[in-house]
């Protein structure tokens, strides 16, 4: 069955970083576009980056342009998302997502084709 399995989350005062992975499996991975969506307490889903099936061309949310790196590895069914310069508004469950359509905008995990069950990534002041 499709599995999509984020790791990597934790806790981690402003300033510091945390890489994100998604193993994935139970489809064709480098067929498919990926994201990464957060969803704070009390907030909705919020798209944060996303890539294509190819990993030539990635996409930033404003609020992590220049301090997330998204990348894949479809030898290894891998996403992954470097996060730098961590700030307090970047707590949030992390998802990973997986569609065949590219999509840059937020909306509901229910509108991708395959999510994951997240991580939790807190940044203190």
């Known amino acids: 069955q499709v599995q999509l399995v984020e790791s990597g989350g934790g806790s981690v005062q402003a300033g510091g970083s945390l890489r994100l992975s998604c193993a994935a499996s139970?489809?064709?991975?480098?067929?498919?576009?990926l994201y990464w969506v957060r969803q704070a307490p009390g907030k909705g889903l919020e798209w944060v980056s996303g890539?294509?099936?190819?990993?030539?061309?990635?996409a930033y949310a404003d609020s992590v342009k220049g301090r997330f790196t998204i990348s894949r590895d479809n030898a290894k069914n891998t996403l992954f998302l470097q996060m730098n310069s961590l700030k307090p508004e970047d707590t949030a469950m992390y998802y990973c997502?997986?569609?065949?359509?590219?999509?840059?905008?937020?909306?509901?995990?229910?509108?991708?084709?395959?999510w994951g069950q997240g991580t939790q990534v807190t940044v203190s002041s």
């Open positions: 139970g489809f064709t991975f480098s067929n498919y576009f």
């Open positions: 997502a997986a569609d065949l359509r590219w999509r840059a905008m937020s909306g509901q995990l229910s509108e991708y084709k395959y």
């Open positions: 890539i294509t099936s190819g990993g030539s061309y990635t």
